[in-house]
């Protein structure tokens, strides 16, 4: 009956803007919350039998949910650009070099592996372990949180934010749930992991867009997309992206990451479930 009902909803011409809205909603929702994205988009593509969204749209999602952490954390950005001038301080100034070390182990590993990576989310199964993964290990900040009090960061913490990040290109890995555990679990008091997760994901997915629109470019996927889909999809991934991001950060303000972990835990377990049919 759902599948019959689907197949009604989403006959062309709305068939292509409904997804696209749909991955936009997803994307934005799922982006800053620790239950990974990638993953998200994958199984609503499986479960709705949709195709692929193509890395044109792709970048422009990235791009839409990076438009909503600027507008969120725009006077944070401001402070660190204006430790670029002489009335920067010395304690933001470190924080541009900790954001940079943080960004280097995901850029590497990322161009290294990419072909691998993308094969990879073909498996629901895969992508349900993630899940359980992270899930396991959020219920796990949820206790530390209560006793992490650290204020400042250092450059091992950088460095090991940095590499947990990595962790993120493996499907069902949230890249906010791995680097806001990582903070935590070094002591870092969630609220001030939880802003440099959000600032540690700017470059991220500014990232990853550029490089989906390289790929676009050379595949020639200008010529044939959809604009109002993607422009609607992309819009969609920002304004849902703004009330998710408000969202983690009155989770955090009440310490309650394991809402989360059990979310991740009961979806990664039907996700292997599913994909084991």
Known sequence: MLARFVDIALQPPEATVIQYLLLGVVQGLTEFLPVSSSGHLALVQWVLGFDPPGVLLEACLHLGTVAAVIVVFRSDIADLFRALSRR???????????????TIPIVVVG??????????????????????????????VDRASR?????????????????????????????????????????????????FSFL??????????????????????????????????????????LGAARLLLGVVARRQFWVFGIYSILVGAAAVAWGGV
């Open 88 to 102: 920067g301080t010395l304690e933001r100034r470190k924080e541009i070099g900790f954001l940079i070390v943080a």
């Open 200 to 241: 540690l994901s700017i470059p991220a997915l500014v990232g990853a867009a550029v490089l989906n629109l390289a790929r676009a470019w050379r595949s020639g996927g200008f010529a044939q997309v959809d604009w109002l889909g993607v422009v609607l999809g992309a819009a969609a991934a920002f304004l849902v992206g």
């Open 147 to 195: 006793r992490a009090r650290r204020g400042t960061l250092a450059f091992i913490d950088a460095v090991v934010i940095g590499v947990a990040q990595v962790a993120s290109l493996l499907p069902g890995f949230s890249r906010s749930g791995v680097t806001i555990s990582a903070g935590v679990l070094r002591g870092i008091e969630s609220g001030k992991a939880v802003r």
């Open 111 to 140: 161009f290294l592996a990419r072909g691998r990576i993308d094969e990879a989310f073909a498996s629901l199964r895969l992508i349900g372990v993630g899940w359980l993964v992270v899930g396991l290990l959020l219920l796990l």
